[in-house]
């Protein structure tokens, strides 16, 4: 039974919490605020910690580090409150396991803890990871000046060693399958084969067939045996990209082959036991996917034991311009130096939307190299659109609106001059009104002859009817 040390400073939560993953058959001690928990944490060990972060005097960023040192291997699930992910995400920087924000849904919260547990449990079965952790691996052909790309980096790190499925989350073109990559170089196998298949390439019987071989006669065409991915890549890794698209009837055979390690081919009733690691990818979110019914809950819950997210280009701003470099150093010629960017190409270039992500980058990045001038890459070599995309617009747009904020600025500036040129048009009138009668006019204004003459000092010169 797992032992799960919870730590909030809320009664309430620390109550509702503690219910609800005892229900869920969890070995639950609960520690009111910061400081009970850390005696806790000295005296035992525990599977998992789920900690608030805003607590007093011991917050959890503080527990999270103290836990990190003394119990290496523990999980921690950070709670926080809903608009604080600042801090959440500093907290995975800490090497927190996850965060949930509250008010938290009860499934997301289980699915977080189940997730943790099976990580803890896949990199404890590895005996040669300790070894592994303490070397920094250098993911030298992966781009991560972001600190989403550089939790990335640390996910694949941790999970390359594991023999653990990943599914890799991301946009069309941010880099799934280089991560999936990059994970089986990392890890033990990388001495055997890493084997791709797209799901969403092959119709149903290829695809079945490419991933698990036939035998001769199982079909029309299948002329001989045939052997699958999986056994091709035994011992290494075969990866399942655009997983989202597989069929349903392969879905129920590949969730077989993750359980019982068990493979058949097509047309033969021999089993054969399998060793290839699954890693996964899909473009579109398979929460998605399961509530329109075209995918597997369980093969879900299978494949989402550690789930790893690209983020889109235009949300990690800061990896652009390494990237740029980096395609200009790799496309360089021998014996020739890279290609330099005008600083105006630059900021266009951080201004893009890059729908297409990376792979649109490098594509640019290639275009402008073949019309550059004397390596320099100018406005004008830029393909067009990136020129036209909206998001410049809205770069543009908000640029004009800041412009107008600051006249407006400038407006706010000069309101008093503003209003007492307004004051002195209307005393005027007034003035002009009683026909210069300054007793009858500041007592029509209700203000004190005095100060009439203070604010219209030259009130003697009203022009005369
Ligand atoms: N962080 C990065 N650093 C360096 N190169 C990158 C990075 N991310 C992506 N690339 C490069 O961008 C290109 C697209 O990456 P990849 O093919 O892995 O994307 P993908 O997510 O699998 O795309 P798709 O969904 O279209 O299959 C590749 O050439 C890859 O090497
Ligand atoms: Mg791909």
């Not at 609960?30 to 850390?38: C, D, F, M, Q, V």
């Not at 005696?39 to 998992?48: A, I, K, M, N, R």
């Not at 999986?230 to 077989?256: C, W």
């Amino acid at each position: 039974m797992p032992k799960v040390l919870l730590v909030d400073d809320e009664p309430s939560i620390l109550s509702v919490l503690s219910t609800l993953l005892k229900a869920e058959g969890y070995d639950v001690v609960s520690s009111l605020g910061g400081e009970k928990a850390k005696e806790h944490l000295s005296g035992q060990t525990f599977d998992l910690m789920i900690s608030d972060i805003r607590m007093n005097p011991i917050n959890g960023m503080e527990l999270l580090t103290l836990a990190h040192e003394e119990h290496t291997k523990m999980p921690v699930i950070m709670l926080t409150a809903y608009g604080s992910v600042e801090t959440a995400i500093d907290a995975l920087k800490l090497g927190a396991f996850d965060y949930v924000t509250k008010p938290f849904k009860v499934d997301e919260l289980l699915i977080t803890v189940r997730r943790a547990l099976d990580y803890s449990s896949a990199l404890s079965e590895n005996a040669t990871l300790k070894a592994q952790l303490g070397t920094r691996y250098h993911l030298e052909n992966i781009v991560a000046e972001s600190p989403a790309m550089q939790h990335a980096c640390e996910m694949i790190q941790k999970v390359a060693p594991t023999d653990a499925t990943v599914l890799i989350y991301g946009e069309s073109g941010t880099g799934k399958e280089l991560v999936a990559k990059a994970i089986h170089a990392h890890s033990n196998r990388k001495g055997h084969k890493f084997l791709a298949v797209n799901c969403a390439a092959l119709p149903e019987p290829l695809l079945e067939s490419e991933m698990f071989g036939h035998v001769k006669g199982a079909f029309t065409g299948a002329s001989a045996n045939k052997e699958g991915l999986f056994e091709a890549a035994a011992g290494g890794t075969i990866f399942l990209d655009e997983i989202g698209s597989m069929p349903m009837s392969i879905q129920g055979k590949l969730l077989r082959v993750l359980q019982e390690k068990e493979i058949r081919r097509v047309g033969s009733n021999e089993t054969m036991s399998t060793n290839a690691r699954v890693l996964a990818a899909t473009n579109r979110p398979l929460e998605e996917l399961l509530e329109e019914g075209t995918f597997r809950e369980d093969l879900y819950y299978r494949l989402s034991v550690i789930p790893i997210e690209i983020k889109p280009l235009r949300e990690r701003r800061e990896d652009i311009l390494p990237l740029v470099v980096h395609v200009l150093r790799n496309d360089v010629s021998e014996g020739e130096s890279p290609a330099v960017l005008e600083s105006e190409v630059a900021n266009i270039m951080e201004s893009y939307s890059w729908p297409g992500n990376v792979r649109e980058l490098e594509n640019a990045v290639r275009h402008a190299l073949t019309f550059a001038k004397d390596n320099v890459i100018t406005k004008d070599v830029l393909p067009a659109r990136i020129l036209e995309n909206p998001r410049l617009a809205n770069a543009t747009a908000d640029a004009e609106s800041r412009r107008e904020q600051a006249l407006d600025l400038e407006k706010c500036k000069s309101l008093k001059a503003f209003l007492r040129s307004k004051e002195k048009e209307y005393l005027s009138q007034v003035l002009s009104h009683t026909g210069g009668d300054k007793e009858r006019a500041a007592k029509a204004l209700d203000i004190s002859l005095a100060t009439l003459y203070r604010k219209l000092p030259d009130a003697d010169i009203v022009p005369e009817e």
